[in-house]
């Protein structure tokens, strides 16, 4: 009898059998239905758009890789990968600030808990806000950066009207919130550092910036890779900023892909364009994301 | 601990680190005390340049002009009526579908996974016209249901990582046992994996709020109406309506800032956890 109870136990039915290869499809079923209407799906027909003339209203004619040519002499579209570039890589700077702005705070003084969150403060508030507030900052009658430029004897300037420094400036703007990210990450990343390891190092006589170099920040690795990869994506992203502070003015100088796409798309009814940039966009992303995806797949089968 | 304590450095550092902490917190922070301040400036202040000294007065009076000539309230109300839902939404999705990639062994498993991933990082702008299409074609455009609707969709996917990584490190005896038991795939879900996410759930939500509050693309792309517009997009749209009345912008901008601020100070260490998660392993 209690033979028999145990046998039964633990060899499942086949309904049991069954459900368990059913359970997870309907678990994910919601979320797939979602995902796919709403991001998979919208992908394969922006590639499609991207063939086509269209204004949004009337007919699609089919013109094939017209927009793309079209793209590839529009000066703004270089304009624009331009800008991208630079935003790709001053946005990195937010690597070593992060890390530096992390390395100061990480001490147990009195209030630190509240300083450390205090510093994070600009990543929380909306991309809008940050960019209300640099471009005040900015502003060339009565900005701060002007008063203080103004207290050494220099300005006025006008950064975000000049087309040289304008990219700079709205970049500088967009490093705020992201060295704060990137603080925050490494802060945590430094509260997982092996403590025996730093103390053995120091006892070979490794000190400052040689003890970083060797010692932490390989133990850091976790963090810097995501804070790469969120700082690239994020530069490859950047708009709101942009169309904040300069809608992408002075004559178009500060345009990023992304707002470049927004103005073809819904300011000049020219949706297959907007397409064909949103899809340019899409594939030098994919390069990052491909990279994290792979990543992250080769570390999921080495643990298991 | 790297660096070394400052406890035990000469007495000159150690009085050093402390005077430089708050000199670099209010440098760092400089652009926000501003606004702050200039918030609650007279506009007799704005007009003679007074930007950036102490108020001559304090005008809170600023705070209640935003909310009577503009309709400030509405757009509040707006995001509200937004975020919620998307909170609720995506973390209830991703937590069943994180569940299912985390406890499940399945051929798809792994490239399902990498795909909520990956589309959580795509450019906006791949999604913008067939989505807002739909919406057009749906009828929901400009309506708060359209930026339910694709949030949900869209968040679900770092939700999903979220979730999955964090069902993983519970023990699958748990869940192994249970079916022993003869307990069904569905309520081992619901009674035994949803209780004990619950910290995650919080974490993640706090996040998700954060997130929705403070988009702004999807707020111009998909809804135009006073009536439907989310305080980011309102903000902005009012900002040409107040030219250089800095005084109210920046209650306005305060105001706009202040729910998910708020929603951090008090949450803050779910708010970390969800943000590094992974950054520790991987």
Known sequence: MAVAETAV???????????????????????LLFFGVYVVWPIIQSFQIGLYEWDGFSDKSYIGGGNYEELFDDDRFWTSVWNNVLWLFLFLLALPLGLAVALFLNQTVFG?????????????????????VFAWFYDPANGLLNELLGLVGLGPTAILSDENSVTFGIIAAGLWPQVAYCMILYLTGLNSVDPEQIEAARLDGARGMKLLW????????????????????????????????????PFGQSLVLGLFMYHSALFEYRMGYGAAIATVLFLIMSVFIAFFLWRMVRGERQTG | MFPRPIEKASPFANISYRVALPIALVVWLLPLAAVMLTSIRTIDDINQGNYWTWPSSLEFWNYVTIFQTTPMARFMINSVIITVPVMIGSVALAAAAGY???????????????????????PFQILMIPVRDMALFTGVYDTHLALILFHVAFQTGFCTLFMRNFIS??????????????????KIFWFIVVPLVRPALAALAVLIFTFVWNDYFWALVLVQSDAVKPVTAGISALRGQWLASWQLISAGAVVAALPPVA?????QRHFIAGLTLGATKG
Not at chain 1, 215 to 233: E, N, Y
């Open chain 2, 263 to 267: 929603l951090f100070f008090l949450l």
């Open chain 2, 100 to 122: 299912a990639l985390a406890k499940y062994k399945f051929r798809a498993n792994i490239w399902l996974f990498a795909m909520f991933v990956g589309g959580n990082f795509v």
């Open chain 1, 214 to 249: 060797f010692v932490v920040l390989p133990q850091l690795r976790p963090a810097t890779f995501i804070a790469l990869v969120v700082t690239m994506i994020g530069a490859l992203r950047s708009f709101d900023l942009v169309q904040v502070m300069t809608d992408g003015g």
């Open chain 1, 9 to 31: 136990a633990y060899v499942p039915p086949r309904s049991r059998w069954s459900q368990q290869r059913i359970a997870p499809w309907v678990f994910m079923l919601p979320a």
């Open chain 2, 169 to 186: 490190g519970l023990p699958n005896a748990l869940i192994e046992s249970a079916r022993v038991e003869g307990v069904s795939e569905y």
């Open chain 1, 112 to 132: 630190i808990r509240l300083i450390k969150s205090l510093f994070f403060f600009p990543f929380v508030i909306s991309q809008v806000v940050v960019g209300l």
